[in-house]
T-cell receptor, first 110, second 114 residues
Framework: SQQGEEDPQALSIQEGENATMNCSYK?????LQWYRQNSGRGLVHLIL?????REKHSGRLRVTLDTSKKSSSLLITASRAADTASYFC??????????FGAGTQVVVTP | DAEITQSPRHKITETGRQVTLACHQT?????MFWYRQDLGHGLRLIHY???????NKGEVSDGYSVSRSNTEDLPLTLESAASSQTSVYFC?????????????FGEGSRLTVL
């Protein structure tokens, strides 16, 4: 069963715009992770935010975590065509195994 | 550089045949995982291992088996391939305490069962 669910399922934007996607999860966590998957490739880790953190930045990425609402958001600022990919949130279950959502497919057009 | 590699990258087989997908990592990670990815389901955990001689079932383990004879390898075997096992399979590894750090993924193995 999926722990995290991303919203929206798909997002289409133009280069230079910001892209925001959300993740909701069901049970208490000690961290939440975001991954990117380019078409035909494996997943690549983007960022990890711990349960005691509210916001984290990495380059053009900004992640927020609201443990009271059991939700997280990933913001990509000033998007580029190379940001076209699927984005997944993942949370560890009670044994530490990561569970992934179905992902948000982002298309950035030049 | 350390890496995780999967082979074959593409495989077509027939129903009922045994298939083995290889996964090899040079990170020296204790934790290794096999996921399958299907449209609408995201990634689902098949089997995982915390170290040599340790294997555990994930949420979709029926019809699959793994073995861990060394740190580097976790081969996934489909004992008798079924059309429902047509999917993209990803191997991943992680170091440290489980769930506290990132997973490193292979590039995937696309399996088609006819």
């Amino acid at each position: 069963s999926q722990q995290g669910e991303e919203d929206p399922q798909a997002l289409s934007i133009q280069e230079g715009e910001n892209a925001t996607m959300n993740c909701s999860y069901k049970t208490s966590i000690n961290n939440l992770q975001w991954y990117r998957q380019n078409s035909g490739r494996g997943l690549v880790h983007l960022i990890l935010i711990r349960s005691n953190e509210r916001e984290k930045h990495s380059g053009r990425l900004r992640v927020t975590l609201d443990t009271s609402k059991k939700s997280s958001s990933l913001l990509i600022t000033a998007s580029r065509a190379a940001d076209t990919a699927s984005y997944f949130c993942a949370t560890p279950d009670s044994w530490g195994k990561l569970q992934f959502g179905a992902g948000t497919q982002v298309v950035v057009t030049p | 550089d350390a890496e995780i590699t999967q082979s074959p990258r593409h495989k077509i087989t027939e129903t009922g045949r045994q298939v083995t997908l290889a996964c090899h990592q040079t990170w020296n990670h204790n934790n290794m995982f096999w996921y399958r990815q299907d449209l609408g389901h995201g990634l689902r955990l098949i089997h995982y291992s915390y170290g040599v001689q340790d294997t555990n079932k994930g949420e979709v383990s029926d019809g699959y088996s793994v073995s861990r004879s060394n740190t580097e390898d976790l081969p996934l075997t489909l004992e008798s391939a079924a059309s429902s096992q047509t999917s993209v399979y990803f191997c991943a590894s992680a170091g440290g305490a489980l769930g506290t750090g990132e997973l490193f993924f292979g590039e995937g193995s696309r399996l088609t069962v006819l």
